[in-house]
């Protein structure tokens, strides 16, 4: 119990890295096509059902080569008819690589008639991994911090300024006789706002802490 406290203290302090949003890229090697998908997924079930989406719209390719990593520990890849080796570890391998999870990649191949040889097909294959995950890029999920700011309209926008500048995002406003802020800050940064927000408002002000969530933050490139 001990153990499992400080492992998920340490996801909270330091995240994990997920694809920042869907994607395709495709490029062509010796006459065959191959098409890269990938997505962010929570579970086995929307692995699969991205799966079965892509067989059923390349109903006609030879190949649909895929691999799925989760958070949780589950871990798949296929070769899908391809030299045992040559797609499905490949591709996985590129994740494994650059950290990320709660990931799901599929590579179709349409073939072009000329043979790559298992080389060729490994370097295809995780190509199309990676350049999938290129066009995604990449995010990292940490907790945040939740905060209700009330707020006043003539110092709306400066509030709102201040909250980016301490990396925040607000995610919610209601307006009424005031304006009720719902923001969201990296673990942190939420009480130097706080403090700030604090003096802004000359004292008559407070935010409040009502929670925390993990969130994704916003996009970076591969490596």
């Known amino acids: 119990m001990i153990r499992a406290a400080a492992e998920r203290r340490g996801v909270a302090m330091t995240g994990y890295r997920v694809p920042f949003m869907d994607a395709e890229s495709e490029f062509v090697e010796k006459r065959s096509r191959f098409i890269s998908q990938i997505w962010r997924v929570e579970t086995e079930a929307e692995a699969r059902a991205h799966l079965e989406a892509v067989r059923k719209k390349y109903y006609d390719a030879r190949h649909h ?6 958070k949780e520990g589950a871990v798949r890849y296929s070769d899908d008819g391809e030299p045992q080796g040559t797609a499905g570890q490949p591709m996985l391998n590129v994740f494994q690589r650059q950290e990320v999870t709660n990931v799901c990649c599929v590579v179709t191949r349409y073939f072009g008639g000329i043979l790559l040889g298992a080389g060729g097909l490994t370097r295809a294959y995780a190509r199309g991994a990676k350049d999938a995950l290129d066009a995604s890029g990449i995010c990292r999920v940490s907790l945040w911090t939740l905060w209700e700011i009330p707020c006043p309209y003539s110092l709306l926008e400066r509030i709102k300024l201040e909250i980016s500048a301490c990396g925040g995002t607000v995610r919610e406003a209601s307006y009424g006789v005031d304006v009720l802020l719902r923001a969201a800050f990296p673990a942190g ?4 706002f706080a403090s700030r927000f604090t003096e802004l408002s000359a004292g008559g002000l407070e935010a409040a802490a009502v929670g925390e969530e993990y969130l994704p933050g916003p996009r970076e490139d591969t490596l």
């Open 189 to 192: 940064c939420g009480e130097v």
């Open 65 to 70: 080569c895929w691999c799925y990593l989760l």
